[in-house]
């Protein structure tokens, strides 16, 4: 492995020559022999000599985004026979969720442009996630991160933010996650100089981080049996970049779009397309369906999951798995088989305030 390996050969080597040779007899025990004072300063002095500079250990954080694990919802599909359901644990990611993934294309995208210099404020607009999965980022490599985000995010959430140092300008809860986007929008045309937009709806860089990784995970987990794929309309960079290469990788997989019911929801980090700012990423034509979710539907699968899987799910993932279910239900009762795969976003942990949990 590296030159620690010479020392162990060596220690091995030296004292396997004396382990049948005894020590001094004690009450009749023959004790072992000890390594004489000339062969322990030897071993000392090869230790110093050979060991040189170590490799680092360990992985770097950027190194733990993506390759995440894909859960089986076995109890959930229980009742239906050939059918199987699967989510990908997105929260396994440093940040704690799949926005990782595009923050971090994003990031690396504009520092080999030259858009992000040393001193210069990453400044986006964020429901939550991908704010912290910038946070986590800049703490790490040492750039400034300015966030606009709704002022009703869960405050899980607006602790982690303080947690990571970022600056934070809230936005009038009504206007929701297009407000943020306005007001980021603002703050990049009043000051270029200062802050570098990174714009994660209309950044082709969040697509490309699932295009060229969540989708290929998801086929090499699934040995390419996967038939249907489920994610839910934030900035649609997940959807997007998973589909085209699903989609390359077989036409007929079927992907499945959701989106919350109504512009006034409880699905925090997903839009209603018909109501919202359209993210120009977004590309309706690649859905083979989209499906509309109610919010109280998302409320109760995120309580049966934590009740009944163990695993407990933020509120848009709930939302996807719900989906999922309908899904399966119909493909059961046409009697054909089915390998649905979804993201699941995040987990519960910053929504763990919410009162639904207990009602």
């Given at each position: 492995m590296f030159a620690r390996q010479s020392y162990t050969d060596n220690w091995r080597n030296w004292l396997l020559p004396l382990s049948h040779i005894g020590g001094e007899t004690r009450n009749g025990v023959q004790a072992a022999a000890k390594p004489p004072r000339k062969l322990m300063a030897t071993l000392t002095n090869s230790a110093t000599i050979s060991l040189g500079t170590p490799l680092p250990l360990g992985t770097r954080l950027l190194d733990r985004i993506g390759n995440t694990p894909l859960i089986r919802l076995e109890r959930l599909t229980a009742h239906l026979p050939g059918i199987q359901i699967l989510g990908k644990a997105e929260w396994a990611n440093p940040g704690g969720s799949v926005k990782d993934r595009a923050a971090s294309a994003i990031v690396a995208d504009a520092r080999e442009r030259g858009l992000l210099p040393a001193g210069k404020h990453l400044l986006d607009a964020t429901s939550g996630n991908t704010g912290i999965a910038y946070a986590m980022l800049g703490a790490a490599m040492g750039f400034p991160v300015t966030l606009c985000v709704p002022g009703n995010v869960s405050p899980e959430r607006k602790r982690i933010l303080a947690a990571y140092g970022a600056n934070v300008i809230w936005t009038d809860p009504a206007d929701g996650s297009d407000g943020a986007i306005r007001k980021a929008r603002e703050l990049a045309a009043a000051d270029p100089g200062k802050y570098f937009y990174a714009d994660q709806y209309g950044n082709n860089a969040n697509w490309r981080a699932h295009y060229r990784g969540t989708a290929n995970e998801i086929w090499e987990q699934t040995a390419g049996q996967i038939t249907h794929f489920v994610a839910g309309l934030g900035t649609s960079g997940t959807f997007v970049g998973a589909t085209r290469r699903l989609k390359e990788l077989n036409p007929r997989i079927q992907c499945i779009s959701m989106q919350p019911d109504s512009p006034f929801n409880g699905l925090e980090g997903l839009k209603h397309m018909a109501t919202a700012i359209v993210p120009p990423i977004y590309d309706a034509k690649l859905a083979d369906r989209n499906v509309e979710m109610e919010t109280e539907a998302a409320y109760a699968m995120a309580k049966h999951?934590?009740?009944?899987?163990?695993?407990?799910?933020?509120?848009?993932?709930?939302?996807?798995?719900?989906?999922?279910?309908?899904?399966?239900?119909?493909?059961?009762?046409?009697?054909?088989?089915?390998v649905i795969v979804t993201i699941l976003c995040d987990s519960a942990d910053k929504y763990l305030s919410e009162r639904f949990w207990e009602e």
């Open positions: 999951l934590g009740r009944t899987e163990g695993l407990l799910v933020g509120i848009s993932s709930a939302a996807v798995v719900a989906t999922c279910l309908r899904i399966a239900e119909e493909e059961a009762a046409a009697g054909k088989e089915a």
